[in-house]
């Protein structure tokens, strides 16, 4: 039973475009979700997160957008840049941002990202 | 500064063996967390300590894994009687804790590959 789906485990995108990565959850009690990237042969490294009660999380090149009612989010990069090839990884926590404390995250299976010059 | 440091990077034992994995969390962090990555999958949640004590261990497979974390620093994940299945990375994160989404961003280490011969 996948409580986070990612869909597509790869997409392809040309340098300067939009890339845009999908995430479906199904657990209610989700309240905290992150998107972690992760290079080859490294740990995945925290990028952008948004709390339940947002809609929508901006920083610099990402921005997070969160569906509650469809149980969805996606993130924007924009513009894309070569290095923003990896695999990228969505999670989520059912008591990471109120539930006093903190607790196991729910990750994706991931998408592979890669950039077209 | 320093990040989680996970020691070995790689570990190759046999079938039945006793192994240890160990994580130095980022000082300060009070809350440690094991997951394990298997190929093309997600990392899975195994446990969580908050301090010393475990504070959510329903992640850990069945009873041949136990992770320890005494001084509330260092952690160490042991798994006996290994089985080829156990074959995976295994990855620590820590994080602040506490109440508030960014006090919960779990930071994560770059992994200990087990191979399980």
């Known amino acids: 039973d996948q409580q986070v789906k990612q869909n597509s485990p790869s997409l392809s995108v040309q340098e300067g475009r939009i890339s845009i990565l999908n995430c479906d959850y199904t657990n209610s009690m989700f309240d905290y979700f992150l998107w972690y990237k992760k290079y080859p042969a490294e740990g995945p490294t925290f990028l952008i997160s948004?709390?339940?009660?947002?809609d929508k999380n901006e920083d610099g090149r990402f921005t997070v957008f969160l569906n509650k009612s469809a149980k969805h989010l996606s993130l924007h990069i924009v513009p894309s840049q070569p290095g923003d090839s990896a695999v990228y990884f969505c999670a989520a926590s059912a008591r990471g941002y109120s539930g006093g404390g903190a607790d196991g995250l729910t990750f994706g299976k991931g998408t592979h990202l890669i950039i077209q010059p | 500064g320093a990040g989680v440091s996970q020691t070995p990077s790689n570990k190759v034992t046999e079938k039945g063996k006793y192994v240890e994995l160990r994580c130095d969390p980022i000082s300060g962090h009070t809350a440690l967390y094991w997951y394990r990555q298997s190929l093309g999958q997600g990392p899975e949640f195994l446990i969580y300590?908050?301090?010393?004590?475990?504070?959510?261990d329903s992640g850990l497979p069945n009873d041949r894994f136990f992770a320890v974390r005494p001084e509330g620093s260092v952690s160490t994940l042991k798994i006996q009687r290994t089985e080829r299945g156990d074959s995976a990375v295994y990855l620590c994160?820590?994080?602040?804790?506490?109440?508030?989404?960014?006090?919960?961003?779990?930071?994560f280490g770059a992994g200990t590959r087990l191979s399980v011969l």
């Open positions: 948004i709390s339940s009660i947002k």
């Open positions: 300590f908050q301090g010393t004590g475990a504070a959510d």
């Open positions: 994160a820590s994080s602040l804790g506490g109440t508030g989404g960014g006090k919960n961003i779990q930071y």
